[in-house]
């Protein structure tokens, strides 16, 4: 069930940790987060996604750093750790930047923090509506010519923008949202594109986000399918993700070591295809 790498020959565990949780408001203590990582690691993760932005108000960087540390730590260097840039916090706001000029110094400073001469997998955080997005990608694509990217991501991208992104410069991976609330790029065909063009499709609020995973709890459907394979039902959320495509790589959040322990034992689900079709009648938020 391993996950290819866009078009590369690495294959990955089909879970990814999504680090985020780690570092906004509400983080664990720096132990509880570290352990977190390594119980990720212990489950069979092989990517965690972060992001220069990850962070409080007073503290940009801090989950990249703490990745990092944490990595370094266990000696676990061959660990896919996948950052993005283009979005800044002023004042603890989420905004967009994606200027060439500011990419770049993003993607230094994120070298700097991951440590390495190489980062792995650079993702766009989000298109700027100030910026031209040919002149974005144009960036990324340099930064991927002189060395500085192994390979190009985008992230909260229409099927429109991820075209013409692949035409300036081969894209990897395609982190957007997507749960069985938010079924909007499986029904408009940007899930299948992936495949077609061997792009991975990195599931983000995998199990909800922070709104969606009450709602889901509580799901009746979602229960008398996790009851029937003695599950959650955020591994049965998973495991439907994870049969929709064998693009799809979820990068579930997780703050306790319990969570990510979960979220990676539903590799272990196989849905019916009655199951699979009862979430896809689901309505989304």
């Not at 489950?43 to 409080?56: F, H, K, P, S």
């Not at 390495?116 to 910026?131: G, S």
């Not at 909260?156 to 395609?174: C, G, K, M």
């Not at 009450?214 to 049969?243: G, M, P, Q, Y």
Request: charged share 25%; proline share 6%.
């Amino acid at each position: 069930m391993q996950r290819a790498l866009g078009a590369t020959s690495r294959q990955l565990f089909p879970i990814g940790l999504g680090a985020m949780p780690l570092s906004i408001a509400g983080r664990p203590e720096p132990e509880q987060a570290e352990a977190t990582i390594a119980a990720a690691l212990e489950a069979g993760v092989e990517l965690i996604d972060t992001a220069d932005c990850y962070c409080l108000d007073d503290d940009f960087g801090h989950n990249e750093r703490l990745v990092a540390t944490t990595l370094r730590r266990l000696g676990r260097q061959d660990v896919l750790v996948s950052t993005k840039g283009g979005i800044v916090r002023p004042d603890g706001r989420w905004e967009s930047d994606a200027r060439p000029a500011a990419l770049r110094a993003a993607c230094e400073a994120s070298l700097r923090r991951l440590q390495c001469e190489q980062l792995p997998l650079y993702h766009l955080h989000a298109p700027d509506p100030q910026v031209p997005f040919i002149d974005s990608m144009g960036e990324l694509a340099r930064l991927r010519e002189e060395g500085k990217i192994a390979a190009v991501g985008l992230s909260n991208v229409s099927r429109e923008q991820a075209e013409l992104a692949q035409r300036i410069v081969p894209v990897t991976t395609l982190q957007n949202r997507c749960n069985v609330y938010a079924k909007q790029d499986l029904r408009n065909g940007l899930v299948k594109w992936c495949e077609q063009q061997r792009i991975t499709y990195l599931a983000y609020s995998a199990v909800g986000g922070h709104n969606g995973h009450v709602r889901l709890r509580d799901d009746e459907v979602l229960k008398t399918i996790a009851n029937r394979h003695d599950t959650s039902v955020f591994c049965v959320a998973l495991a439907w993700l994870l049969a929709k495509s064998p693009a799809v790589l979820p990068i579930p959040g997780a703050s306790r070591p319990a969570s990510i322990r979960a979220s990676a034992s539903a590799t272990g689900i196989t849905l019916s295809a009655d199951e699979i079709a009862a979430i896809d009648a689901l309505p989304d938020q």
